[in-house]
């Protein structure tokens, strides 16, 4: 890491070539900037194929060829056909993005790309809310024995910076409580039932806009914000909560007639998740719609952004409001935390 950074991606999609687009565009300004210099060497997504090169991939070229025929495998050079566990294992890369789809039930096979990464001394950044929802403390003290990090700042708030604000820029200032509207979807639904459409019309538009997914039911159902919210208990609060001991209610029962009589009482629907550390040193969380007086800043964030508010012993309430989605932010998240391994190994 002290030298080039040698990349491995598990999972190419939208997440794992945004990441690339952004390493392609800053590459001079990193070198320059921080000292950053990286090839990637190897890429592994379950639909499109895989490819190896340890001398490392022509990334313009495989952008262009996936954009023109979907598939990794036309890349005209390099080892073809490893499965994401032998070119986790058996690429001489130093640092895995494990950009893979999302399972919150049971967090595979990301825990299984993870574990396989850290078995074999390499660095993982990730975006993949289920392995740490699931298994944030056993993976952190298996990479802490390793010597290796796991960053995970794109898993709540994308690129968004919550986690670190929360972990560093937060550090002793005794949190206390976290709650947030964390899910881009929902916002935007709500927003626009607030402007007059029904449930089933602000959804279907918030497909049209690449908002909601074809089957919308973890984000409507709030099952996304509960991944997010045991996150922000257990790795930010310290707790030891699974996803089954949180209370979790979407918006699917959010009627026109409910934001109407919201806003006779100068009140706003959200999707709130949030945690709350007791006296005792335990901790509640939940996710459910809450009516937000108007004069709290999570009220006036409308549309598909996030936002998330820390209340603090000596600060009060800090709050931090941006992109919870998107193609770029997240590849962004996962530069951060790329550049976070790079400069604690390079001072």
């Known amino acids: 890491m002290k030298d080039i950074t040698r990349i491995c991606f598990i999972g190419w999609g939208v997440v794992g070539q945004g990441l690339t687009e952004i390493l392609l565009e800053q590459k001079s300004e990193l ?25 490392g991939l022509d990334l313009a070229k495989l952008l262009k060829i996936v954009k023109e025929t979907g598939k990794i495998n036309d890349y005209p050079e390099g080892i073809k056909g490893w499965d994401s566990i032998k070119t986790i294992t058996e690429s001489n890369a130093n640092l895995v993005v494990e950009a893979s789809w999302t399972d919150i039930n049971t967090g595979e096979p990301a825990i299984s790309h993870v574990k396989a990464a850290i078995k074999c001394y390499k660095h993982v950044v990730m975006t993949n809310k289920g392995p740490i929802a699931l298994a944030a403390k056993d993976l952190l003290k298996m990479a802490e024995k390793n010597g290796v990090q796991l960053k995970f700042e794109g898993t ?122 007791k006296d005792d040193g335990s901790v509640e969380a939940f996710v459910k719609p809450q009516k937000i007086p108007l004069d709290h800043p999570l009220a006036s964030v409308g549309g598909p952004i996030n936002a998330l508010t820390y209340t603090t012993k000596y600060l009060g309430d800090i709050t931090i409001v941006g992109p919870g989605a998107g193609r770029e932010a997240t590849g962004y998240a996962l530069l951060t935390d790329i550049l976070d391994i790079h400069r604690s190994l390079t001072k």
């Open 156 to 277: 709540v708030l994308s690129g968004t910076p919550a986690i670190s604000l929360g972990l560093n820029n937060l550090a002793g200032s005794k949190i206390t409580k976290i709650m947030g509207i964390v899910n881009g979807t929902t916002n935007y639904i709500l927003s626009e039932m607030e402007k007059g459409l029904e449930y089933e019309t602000a959804l279907k538009q918030a497909q049209q806009l690449g908002y909601a997914e074809a089957d919308p039911t973890a984000d409507v159902e709030g099952y996304d914000a509960l991944g997010k919210v045991v996150i922000l208990s257990n790795v930010i609060l310290g707790a030891n909560i699974t996803k089954d001991q949180v209370p979790c209610k979407g918006i699917t029962k959010i009627t026109s007639k409910d934001i109407e009589e919201a806003k006779k009482e100068g009140k706003r629907w959200k999707l709130i998740a949030g945690v709350e550390l």
């Open 31 to 55: 070198k320059n900037r921080y000292g950053f210099q990286f090839k990637v060497v190897a890429i592994a997504d379950k639909v499109k194929g895989s490819v190896y090169d340890e001398n």
